[in-house]
Nanobody, 114 residues
Framework: QVQPVESGGDLVQAGGSLRLSCTAS????????MGWYRRAPGKQRELVAS???????NYLDSVQGRFTCSRDNANNMLYLEMNSLKPEDTAVYYC????????WGQGTQVTVSS
């Protein structure tokens, strides 16, 4: 089973932006509903955003209006555009198949300084 591979995390100042990318075996191209998750220090992993094959999205209330999830089915890529970042967004971000999850990947670290 191939793990997802996330990238794009970085250290940014509050108010900044980042774009995360993910590839996940053939799950995106195959039309699986995908999710972006995050795990902050000392907390459990939480679902931040999800997107269906057709592009319908749902977001965690705390990121609604600031984060945008998108996908490129042809190229098997998933994205998370994050704007107006806050220190509380600091976490390791992961992507995975929402309903048939793969083994978790390494994630990508996002650190937002105040």
């Amino acid at each position: 089973q191939v793990q997802p591979v996330e990238s794009g995390g970085d250290l940014v100042q509050a108010g900044g932006s980042l774009r995360l990318s993910c590839t996940a075996s053939g799950r995106i191209t195959s039309g699986h509903t995908m999710g972006w998750y995050r795990r902050a220090p000392g907390k459990q992993r939480e679902l931040v955003a999800s997107i269906t094959a057709g592009g319908s999205t749902n977001y965690l209330d705390s990121v609604q209006g600031r984060f945008t999830c998108s996908r490129d089915n042809a190229n098997n890529m998933l994205y998370l555009e994050m704007n107006s970042l806050k220190p509380e967004d600091t976490a390791v971000y992961y992507c995975n198949d929402l309903w048939s999850p793969l083994m978790w990947g390494q994630g990508t670290q996002v650190t937002v300084s105040s």
